[in-house]
């Protein structure tokens, strides 16, 4: 019995990109599926619902935000922005709009495999078992409202343990500043990041071995914070 391969559409205008990215993938056990527009892309996404979507920014017939907007609101399938639009603003829009992941081009071949397997995994995973999220040696409770790093108990104020629930229901998924904001402390606070930095530096000194040099709590520059998973 053969597995079925895993289905990468790729929204992408420039046909030399899009020749380089099917012989890749497909060498690497991924079935392809390509679009040139952003109307053929979401009609394929429709159509092949695929395991994986690669975004292209520039378009012919529409911007590729607002493509990954649409395509967040029909369905979860990990949407990895690829753009050679580099600006920090960029990402965070798209990150914004429901991208899990951004790749500025010209990217390495391995770099996007990586970051392919990263969704993979996410998309794969069950979602907190029985009211719990686990990270390395930190274990979430959302039931009890506890948190725990190697069996004991961390004491965490109201604000620090919703920062912390809010990036353990996206694991490994980056957040960006303005979707933490809001979630934690409410659209009024959409602007203000430095709560954010306040909050995630308390959070280290009390989960990290190291808040200098965090293993979990990690920094997105100019972006946002993720837990790893």
């Not at 992408?12 to 056990?29: I, K, N, V, Y």
């Not at 409202?145 to 604000?159: A, F, Y």
Request: aromatic share 4%; net charge positive.
């Amino acid at each position: 019995m053969t597995t079925a391969k895993p289905v990468v559409l790729v929204i992408e205008d420039e046909p030399q990109m899009r020749r380089f990215l099917r012989a890749s993938l497909q060498g690497h056990g991924y079935q392809v599926v390509e679009a040139g527009t952003a109307r053929e892309g979401l009609r394929h996404a429709a159509g092949y619902n695929p395991d994986i979507i690669l975004l292209d920014l520039g378009l012919p017939d529409g911007d590729g935000l607002a493509v990954a907007k649409v395509l967040r609101s029909q369905r979860q399938t990990p949407i990895i922005v690829l753009s050679a639009r580099g600006r920090d603003e960029d990402k965070v829009a798209a990150l914004d709009l429901g991208a899990d992941d951004y790749l500025t081009k010209p990217f390495g071949l391995g770099e996007l495999l990586a970051r392919i397997r990263v969704a993979q995994r996410h998309a794969r995973a069950p979602g907190p078992t029985a009211g719990t999220i686990e990270a390395g040696d930190l274990m979430i409770d959302l039931d009890r409202r506890l948190v725990m790093k190697r069996g004991v108990e961390v004491h965490l104020t109201p604000i620090e343990y919703r920062l912390l629930a809010a990036l353990g229901a996206q694991l490994g998924r980056v957040l960006t500043h303005k979707q933490l904001l809001e979630e934690v402390w409410g659209p009024a606070r959409a602007g203000q990041t430095h709560y954010l930095r306040v909050y995630m530096a308390q959070l280290r000194a009390k989960l990290e071995a190291d808040p200098a040099k965090p293993e979990w709590l990690i920094t997105e520059p100019a972006v946002g914070y993720r837990l790893r998973g």
